[in-house]
């Protein structure tokens, strides 16, 4: 609006292209690139599968490393009837048609994908235009005083900039160094592998862990023991410290609220709105 001389239109107008060439563009691209990926990786689980390379992986109870393990829950859990290699294709397969149904639903519905679009960028434009003024005509609807009204709205903006933007962005920077983690130690698929590791970071006390332990064990399993040591200290030295580092700084530090109620906000938002 400053570079405008105070053209409010032209100045929402040229924000809404470039959020539009900024996010939305690379969002939609990253879907459908994620579901051809998935697709990929499914596919190479199945003829790792029928070619019977993962039958000596799945052996644990003859493996040097699980042994202990396995020792120390063998009286709680009868390992023998788990299907190890069942249970994980079985998870692959639906997280597969997952991404591949949601990839070709936006292909298809493409008249829909664009009214939706729409209706979101006229919103944003009037709300980038006018925001001041809707936020002023808002305040009148309110029975409280002119300083109720200012710390509530004042409190409204710090808690939903710092839940939002904070946990999107900690996510996104823990799903990029995550990914570039799995791409130096030449794990294929490392976009899908980042995108899980964006995905759990939301997670409280397991987070990014879910992903990067399995490929531990994996490499500890088939004798990688340097690429299982080095993952360990780069998932926990790198990925992890942006998650201690970042989140306080713009979550709880700006809106003072507990990781727990951060958690259960975006989930419930996730879960009524839509990813």
Not at 54 to 77: A, C, M, T
Not at 149 to 173: C, D, I, P, W, Y
Not at 211 to 226: D, H, Q
């Amino acid at each position: 609006r400053e570079k405008l001389n105070g053209r409010r239109s032209g100045a929402a107008l040229l924000t809404c292209m470039a959020l539009t060439v900024i996010i939305i563009v690379p969002v939609v691209v990253l879907v459908l690139l994620l579901a051809g990926e998935v697709g990929s990786v499914y596919l190479q689980f199945q003829q790792k599968v029928e070619s019977g390379e993962l039958e000596g992986l799945l052996d644990v109870k003859s493996n040097p490393y699980l042994e202990p393990f396995l020792y120390w829950i063998e009286p709680y859990v009868d390992v023998n009837n788990i299907d190890f290699l069942g249970s994980f294709s079985a998870g692959l397969q639906q997280l597969s048609l997952f991404f591949l149904r949601y990839g070709t639903t936006m292909l298809s519905g493409f008249f829909n994908l664009i009214t939706g679009f729409l209706i979101m960028l006229i919103t944003m434009f009037f709300l980038f235009r006018d925001g001041d003024n809707l936020a002023e005509e808002l305040k009148t609807w309110t029975p409280f005083s002119g300083t109720y009204e200012q710390v509530l709205f004042n409190k409204f903006r710090e808690v939903a900039s710092a839940t939002v933007v904070g946990s999107l962005l900690t996510a996104l920077a823990q799903g990029i160094v995550g990914g570039l983690v799995f791409w130096v130690l030449g794990i294929s698929n490392a976009l899908f592998l980042g995108f899980l590791i964006a995905l759990f970071s939301l997670v409280p006390v397991v987070g990014t862990a879910v992903v990067w332990v399995p490929w531990v064990i994996y490499f500890l399993v088939t004798g990688s023991t340097v690429r299982a040591i080095i993952l360990t200290l780069l998932a926990v030295f790198f990925v992890g410290m942006i998650d201690n580092v970042l989140r306080p700084l713009f979550i709880e530090g700006r809106a003072k609220l507990h990781t727990l109620f951060v958690f259960l906000s975006i989930m419930g938002g996730i879960v009524y709105f839509g990813i």
